[in-house]
């Protein structure tokens, strides 16, 4: 015997906006979701139901990871470059 409402009814219910809702709150994850429905007494849906409600999550890691990514190799470039330089620098010392 339960006592929990369903995530549709919650939502119906209420009157709200499950993306905005999720935002408001800060949940990032399905984890931190389920947590959150818990506390609340509400059934925790199948991923599958609400995934779309982390796919911007998803994207903004995945495009953080690039920009990552990105900086790491401009760091290597700066690095090898700053090399070159210094090696053509001392070579010029030399000639002279």
């Known amino acids: 015997m339960s006592n929990l409402v369903s ?8 009157k709200i906006d499950p993306k905005q809702w999720v935002k408001s709150l800060g949940i990032k994850n399905y984890e ?12 925790v849906p199948p991923l599958e139901m609400v995934k779309d409600l982390f796919v911007e999550t998803i994207k903004q890691k995945k495009e953080e990871k690039e920009i990552k ?11 090898y470059l700053n090399e070159t330089l210094s090696k053509d620098n001392i070579q010029k010392k030399n000639k002279k």
């Open 7 to 14: 995530w549709s009814f919650y939502t119906l219910r209420k």
């Open 32 to 43: 931190t979701f389920k947590d959150e429905l818990k506390k609340r007494g509400i059934k």
């Open 69 to 79: 990514t990105s900086i790491l190799e401009l760091i290597e470039d700066t690095k």
